[in-house]
C-alpha cells in the first residue's frame, strides 16, 4: 500500500487556515497542526485574545483539528521571533521607516524553521492558509497571485526561496474568500464567522510606537515639524510616530491639508508638504531577492507594487552590474507615499519576480 504523503498546517485559529486543513486532509494527505508560539503578553503589553498567539486562537486551532481527526501541537519560538522579526522592526523605526514584519516572518519562521520542524516530523510539505498560487513547470517552481485578486497575499511571500517554494502548498490559491467561508461552515467549524485580521499580530492595537517605547524601555526624542522650506511648524514626540504619507494626528494648524514627506533621522525633524510632493516614478530598492536565485540581465519591462493593499504599476527596473546591489524602478506614472522599509515586489503577469526594501529617496 503506498503510503500518504505528509503535511505539517501552520494553523493561526482563523478560518484560512482552518479550511487549509480540512482541504489538505480531504486530498488524502497524513496532516498535523500546529500553531507557532511566537511571543508572550508582557511583550506587546496586551490582552493575547484575538491575536494569532491567544489562548482562543490555539484553542480555536485545536478544535478544529480535533473535527478533521488529525494530531495537533504548539511550537515556541519565542526568541527566534524576537531575532528574527521584532528586533529587525524595530530598527527600522528606529531608522525613520515603516516595515512590514509579515515578510520576515514568512521568510525565517513559517517557511525555514518551522520547516526544519515539519522534516523532523516527517512532513513532506509546509501548508499554510496563504491566498498565493505555486506552480511547477519544466522543474521551476514559481510563486503566483491568488485567484481571488481581493485576498491576494503573494505580497508577502516574494522573499521566498524555489527550494522553499517546492516543498510548500497554499491549497486557498485557487479559492475566493467566500468559498472557504462556505467549507468551514459546511464543517461546522469554531473559526467559520471570525473575522480577518487587519493588524500586524504583534501590535492588536496598531500602536506600533508604544509596542516599540515598552519593547526598548525608552521613550523618543521629541523635535520639530517642518515645512518643504525648513520653517518650523509644530513639535513631534518622536519619530517612531510617523510614516510617509501621513495626515492625521500631526498637530499643527494649517489652512489646508499637509503630508508627512519625510523623516529626517539625522536632524530628528519630521517634514510635512502638500500632496503633491508625495508622487514619485523612482523608486531605489535595497537588498532584492529574485525567486529564481538568478538575476535578469539587462534592463526589464514588469509591473511592482510598493506596499500591501498597492495595485501594482508597469515600471522599468534598472538592475545592478552585481548581484546585492541596488536596483532602480522607474514607473510609467507617479507612485503616492513610496516608504523606505515597505517592499517593492516584481510581477510579471501573475507570477512573482522577487522584490526588495525600497530605500530613503
Request: aromatic fraction near 10%; glycine fraction near 8%; include cysteine.
Amino acid at each position: 500500500m503506498e503510503k500518504k504523503k505528509t503535511a505539517l498546517i501552520a494553523m493561526s485559529g482563523g478560518v484560512d487556515s482552518s479550511v487549509a486543513a480540512e482541504l489538505m486532509s480531504e486530498k488524502g494527505y497524513s496532516c498535523i497542526g500546529c500553531t507557532m508560539r511566537l511571543y508572550e503578553n508582557d511583550m506587546i503589553g496586551e490582552d493575547l485574545f484575538g491575536t494569532c498567539c491567544s489562548k482562543k486562537d490555539t484553542d480555536d486551532a485545536r478544535a478544529v483539528t480535533e473535527k478533521i481527526g488529525i494530531p495537533y501541537h504548539i511550537f515556541h519560538y519565542e526568541k527566534e521571533f524576537i531575532d528574527n522579526v521584532i528586533e529587525p522592526f524595530v530598527c527600522s523605526y528606529e531608522r525613520g521607516e515603516t516595515p512590514n514584519p509579515c515578510i520576515r516572518c514568512n521568510k525565517y519562521l513559517k517557511f525555514d524553521i518551522l520547516y526544519k520542524k515539519a522534516k523532523e516530523l516527517d512532513c513532506e510539505y509546509i501548508v499554510t492558509g496563504h491566498y498565493a498560487r505555486i506552480e511547477e513547470k519544466d522543474g521551476h517552481f514559481y510563486l503566483k497571485k491568488a485567484v481571488d485578486d481581493t485576498k491576494d497575499q503573494s505580497y508577502v511571500l516574494y522573499d521566498l526561496t524555489e527550494e522553499q517554494l517546492s516543498h510548500t502548498m497554499f491549497p486557498l490559491g485557487e479559492f475566493k474568500k467566500t468559498q472557504a467561508r462556505e467549507i468551514a461552515e459546511k464543517n461546522e467549524f469554531v473559526t467559520s464567522h471570525k473575522s480577518d485580521s487587519q493588524d500586524i499580530c504583534f501590535v492588536p492595537d496598531g500602536d506600533y510606537a508604544s509596542m516599540i517605547k515598552r519593547y526598548r524601555g525608552k521613550e523618543y526624542p521629541d523635535g520639530d515639524i517642518v515645512d518643504k522650506n525648513g520653517n518650523v511648524i509644530g513639535h513631534h514626540y518622536g519619530l517612531i510616530n510617523y510614516t510617509i504619507g501621513q495626515r492625521r494626528g500631526l498637530g499643527v494648524p494649517a489652512d489646508r491639508r499637509l503630508y508627512v514627506t519625510e523623516i529626517d533621522t539625522e536632524k530628528n525633524r519630521v517634514v510635512l508638504s502638500d500632496n503633491e510632493f508625495l508622487f514619485k516614478r523612482e523608486v531605489t530598492v535595497r537588498d532584492f531577492h529574485w525567486i529564481t536565485g538568478e538575476m535578469p540581465k539587462g534592463d526589464i519591462r514588469c509591473s511592482s507594487k510598493i506596499r500591501y493593499k498597492h495595485k501594482e504599476q508597469p515600471a522599468t527596473v534598472t538592475l545592478p552590474e552585481k548581484e546585492g546591489g541596488i536596483c532602480k524602478i522607474l514607473f510609467d506614472e507617479p507612485q503616492r507615499a513610496i516608504t523606505a522599509g515597505q517592499s517593492a515586489v516584481l510581477y510579471d503577469g501573475d507570477i512573482v519576480l522577487g522584490g526588495g526594501i525600497i530605500c530613503k529617496q
